[in-house]
């Protein structure tokens, strides 16, 4: 009889520990679809060309600015963009930096650097890969967005490193996206975990 309830004891146990560590491995083995390294899709209006963007490296960059009066500093990203379907032409101009407390920092499209992306078109599968850069005037970004125009960017790349230590606090940042699963409570990216 002892013996019994002892096995039953360790099953219960068992049982316990299995399902407390469920919730953790399932939320690590989910991938956040905008933080940096995620690969985002961008279909245009008409449907003709889709455009696979990769982003990563937000960082503060040791590159030169050359003919570009800087007001604060220089910080960069590596973006690859492939045209998955039909031709497609980057729009540099579209991305930019965002920081803790709305501040917004466009990307320096006409910075004209050897390492910068360029923007002529690809055909399809056809790749490119360079840099991005903002000039950073206030707090360090945080994230990089992709606006085509609408209420909402149309992709998003997070450094959720640098997001972390905001994520306990109530943001007052807004950055909405529909399709973030990975964001905790006061995520600037999720409109319905603010």
């Known amino acids: ?16 520990a299995l399902m407390t560590m469920g919730a953790p491995l399932a939320a690590a083995a989910m991938k956040c ?18 455009a696979e963007w990769t982003l990563t490296d937000l960082r503060p960059s040791s590159d030169a600015a050359p003919g570009y009066p800087l007001a604060g500093r220089l910080w960069e990203a590596t ?4 045209a998955a379907a039909g031709a497609v032409t980057p729009v540099i101009p579209n991305f930019g930096a965002m920081g803790a407390g709305h501040t ?8 004209a650097t050897p390492a910068g992306i360029s923007a002529a078109t690809l055909s399809e599968g056809q790749s490119a890969t360079g840099k991005i850069y903002f000039d950073v005037t206030g707090p360090d970004p945080m994230a990089v967005a992709y ?11 997070c450094n959720m490193a640098a ?8 943001m007052t940042m807004s950055m909405p996206m529909d399709d973030c699963p990975c964001c905790d409570a006061g995520c600037p990216g999720c409109p319905e975990r603010r």
């Open 1 to 16: 009889m002892v013996r019994a309830v002892r096995r039953l004891i360790m099953a219960a146990v068992a049982l316990f």
């Open 33 to 50: 679809p905008h933080q940096l390294g995620s690969q985002q899709q961008l279909t245009d209006a008409g449907g003709a060309a889709t």
């Open 79 to 82: 973006v690859t963009v492939r």
């Open 104 to 111: 917004q920092y466009p990307v320096l499209w006409q910075l």
């Open 147 to 157: 606006n085509a125009g609408g209420p909402k960017p149309a992709m998003m790349w």
């Open 163 to 170: 997001m972390a230590p905001m994520m306990s606090k109530p």
